[in-house]
């Protein structure tokens, strides 16, 4: 458990600190104040790998993006008798796409091509940054109360211009079931690059064209989502606004298994959507 008293000790300049959520992921979060801006803070715990923290904090400083939550302060600090890694960053009101999800699991059409475009624009600031997210996913996507996307959680951002911390010889790389792309998963590192995130927006904008994951939905476990993952190419889609099946088309090869078969580089996709959103006036 947290020893909150001791955080708001080492941390006095953030005020009204308090645990944004359950208490059982790798990082303690926590939200409050700091020269009245509402921030969260992130602290690495004891055990886990500082190294992963220092390239989350490096992957976020290169990014010239709108629509990544600023990082005000990092650094390391004492909290009860051990270094811990912290991040200060800009608090995004409102709620994960995932929560949005979960309550309506089909949302209105423009919301999900907005979602897409915001998601590609991402995207292509993250590739100009040479970083490959690699976990794009609802519950890492953040709309704030003006409707605005935020990526958020570079926790296993692949720096690509900096050695990789997974092991060549893993035999699984780090992904998040059901969304990491299949050369993720078989850790294929030479072909990690911005098509991983293509195959995610896919796999994200194809659960809220449809309401649901194809790759998670009635799967008996984990090794099925896998299998599923790699055997298959993301389905294509159908939507009663995409009568001539253009947006389905683009979604299911955004989501091939196979990266030569994704649009080569994240303009090529944009400028794919762009037309697809002209062509159906949203």
Not at 15 to 24: A, I, N
Not at 100 to 116: C, E
Not at 149 to 160: E, M
Request: hydrophobic share 40%.
């Amino acid at each position: 458990m947290i020893d909150l008293a001791a955080v708001r000790t080492e941390f006095p300049e953030i005020e009204d600190l308090q645990p944004l959520s359950t208490d059982t992921g790798q990082r303690i979060v926590l939200a409050g104040k700091r020269q009245d801006e509402a921030v969260v803070l992130k602290l690495l715990r004891a055990g886990q790998d500082p190294a992963r923290t220092e390239r989350e904090i490096d992957a976020v400083a290169r990014i010239k993006s709108a629509r990544v939550p600023t990082v005000r302060d990092c650094g390391k600090r004492k909290l009860g008798g051990t270094d811990v890694f912290y991040t200060v960053e800009q608090r995004i009101d409102g709620d994960t796409l995932q929560a949005i999800l979960k309550k309506s699991p089909k949302p209105d059409f423009p919301f999900v091509m907005n979602a897409g475009d915001a998601l590609l624009e991402a995207c292509f600031e993250f590739e100009a940054a040479r970083i490959v997210h690699r976990d794009v996913k609802p519950g890492n996507l953040m709309i704030d109360r003006a409707g605005k996307l935020w990526v958020i959680d570079f926790g296993i951002a692949r720096v690509l211009d900096l050695p990789s911390l997974t092991g060549t010889a893993n035999l699984w790389g780090v992904f998040t079931a059901g969304y990491g792309a299949p050369e993720q998963i078989r850790n294929f590192k030479a072909q990690i690059n911005s098509r991983a995130d293509l195959f995610s927006i896919g796999v994200v904008l194809f659960e809220m064209l449809v309401g649901f994951n194809p790759y998670l939905a009635g799967a008996k476990d984990g090794m099925e989502v896998l299998r599923r993952m790699l055997n298959n190419d993301l389905p294509t889609p159908t939507h009663p606004k995409d009568p001539q099946g253009e947006l389905g088309l683009f979604v299911s090869n955004m989501g091939s298994r196979f990266p030569s078969r994704r649009p080569q580089n994240t303009r090529e996709a944009w400028d794919w959507y762009a037309a697809i959103r002209k062509q159906l006036g949203v």
